[in-house]
């Protein structure tokens, strides 16, 4: 979560210029629009803490697969149509992602302070992937150009969606097996209650 900012302020690099001003856009509202303490990082670290903070265990293959398509995508520029269809996609994707995770934790009780981080991507998100792929698509003019818009979509969504993958794979590893009963465990079980 920290580091999301750097993808986009890389990416901005290799872009057309006039391409930026969204970018820049998308890399104001990750800073709070002008208050630190309202920055995607500062907002998602209480949460995290909340939790219990991340540790060097909870890292897994499918969250640097991720972070490994962002720098493919984003800093060695795999082109303008990968990294646009990558966090494009990615950045359209999210408030549906949010919506969920933000639902769980009211249902938890979790107080509004740490679901603001989750808030924000909800009602931000949106427009920044409609912002991305309106601001690339001037550049985007062959029927090859929107293959690779798709590819770099679909490489950045399956990215994201095996970290879910990853996080439910680490839950499950931790919580213990049902106890399993024997068929001669049930027939007690069965008169005892008769």
């Known amino acids: 979560m920290q580091r999301f900012h750097l993808h986009v302020a890389a990416y901005s690099l290799t872009v057309p210029f006039k391409m930026r001003e969204e970018l820049y856009h998308n890399l104001y509202d990750e800073f709070g ?7 995607h990082p500062n907002l998602f670290e209480p949460l995290m803490d909340y939790f219990g903070g991340a540790r060097e265990e ?3 293959a ?3 697969h991720l972070l490994n398509t962002k720098i493919s995508l984003c800093w060695f520029a795999d082109g ?3 990294g646009l ?3 494009g996609g990615l950045e359209l994707s999210i408030p549906m992602q949010q919506r969920r995770v933000l639902a769980h934790l009211r249902r ?5 302070e740490l679901q603001e981080f989750f808030v924000v991507h909800c009602e931000l998100d949106e427009d920044h992937g409609e912002g991305w792929f309106a601001s690339g698509m001037p550049y985007v003019k062959t029927q090859k150009d929107f293959q690779e818009v798709f590819a ?3 490489r950045m969504l399956e990215a994201r969606a095996g970290v879910y993958d990853g996080i439910y794979a680490a839950i499950m ?3 213990k097996p049902p106890k399993t009963i024997s068929i001669n465990e049930v027939a007690e079980l069965s008169e005892a209650s008769a």
């Not at 938890?108 to 509004?112: A, E, P, T």
């Open 108 to 112: 938890r009780g979790i107080s509004k």
């Open 80 to 82: 303008l149509t990968h």
């Open 152 to 154: 770099g979509a679909m």
């Open 33 to 39: 629009q002008g208050d630190f303490s309202k920055a």
């Open 173 to 175: 590893k931790s919580r």
């Open 62 to 64: 499918e969250t640097c």
């Open 85 to 87: 269809g990558g966090m």
């Open 58 to 60: 909870d890292i897994n």
